[in-house]
């Protein structure tokens, strides 16, 4: 038996990258996975490939109402929701006088009110069940600042409020909420054109692992959240970084990666 045998879970942002991933992986672990995202042919052409009882569902993760049918739907299909992935997500990057600002709302309400809605609106029935697993996705750039992403990074350190916040909500109703830290991972976000790993990760040399992240490796990580493995752990921050945000390597002293300039290697 899989780690999730017959356990309902919603994935959002599953039509690509992490999202699409990790939906799989909980499908081999013996999910019922619900692929939800804005993108409708790509979301069924992946659920179509997992197959099983994965179903696709389009979503605005910005509308209650949608959130409300959906829920509705898979209480009376399933009867049940033991897993919340909030990963769907809207990046913007500009400089702060350039900024766009019906887009950088449009950030903060995909990213925040996404994760806020989707948590209210499965909390009535995981709390009538006693149990359910609530995983918010922040980012690199919700632990440490990064110029030009200002929105995107406010949005990102919110979520992880909001899982604190939620933990002890929830957690006298056996309820936990828990929050993925992905670092630079090799998804069409991160790399839109065709650029080889090999050129990607030259620009990952300040990272202690030294390359970019691969979706599967953050998909395994929800996946130990969303399991019984993790039973006690609720309120907490999993980084899957390859430790990037543990600090900078200062070039001359020992331990900096044989060439390190700041900025690379030299």
């Known amino acids: 038996m899989g780690k999730l045998q017959d356990k309902v879970a919603i994935v959002t942002g599953a039509a690509s990258g992490?999202?699409?991933?990790?939906?799989?992986l909980f499908a081999a672990e013996g999910a019922k996975v619900v692929l939800c995202d804005l993108n409708r042919e790509q979301g069924e052409a992946v659920a179509a490939r997992i197959g099983g009882e994965a179903i696709f569902r389009y979503l605005d993760i910005r509308d209650?109402?949608?959130w409300?049918?959906?829920?509705?739907?898979l209480r009376e299909r399933f009867g049940r929701i033991d897993i919340l992935l909030n990963n769907a997500a809207m990046v913007g990057m500009w400089p702060i006088e350039e900024m766009d600002v019906e887009r950088a709302r449009a950030v903060v309400d995909t990213n925040v009110f996404g994760a806020l809605l989707g948590a209210k609106n499965v909390a009535g029935i995981m709390r009538r069940a006693g149990r359910g697993v609530i995983i918010n996705v922040s980012?690199?750039?919700?632990?440490?600042?990064?110029?030009?992403?200002?929105a995107y990074s406010a949005s990102k350190w919110a979520v992880r409020g909001i899982t604190r916040s939620l933990a002890l909500?929830?957690?006298?109703?056996?309820?936990?909420?828990?929050?993925?830290v992905p670092g630079g991972v090799n998804t069409p976000m991160n790399n839109p054109g065709t650029a080889t790993l090999e050129q990607l990760n030259k620009g990952y040399k300040h990272v202690p692992l030294q390359r970019i992240g691969e979706p599967i490796?953050?998909?395994?990580?929800?996946?130990?959240?969303?399991?019984?493995?993790a039973s006690y752990i609720t309120g907490a921050e999993l980084m899957v970084d390859g430790g990037d945000?543990?600090?900078?390597?200062q070039p001359g002293l020992p331990g900096a990666p044989a060439g390190f300039v700041l900025g690379g290697i030299g």
């Open 18 to 24: 992490m999202g699409a991933t990790t939906a799989a």
């Open 245 to 249: 945000a543990a600090g900078y390597y």
């Open 169 to 180: 909500e929830f957690g006298p109703s056996g309820i936990r909420v828990c929050t993925i």
């Open 217 to 229: 490796e953050v998909a395994r990580a929800s996946l130990f959240l969303a399991s019984d493995d």
């Open 64 to 66: 209650d109402d949608g």
């Open 139 to 150: 980012s690199l750039t919700g632990v440490i600042g990064m110029n030009g992403l200002s």
């Open 68 to 73: 409300a049918a959906l829920v509705a739907e």
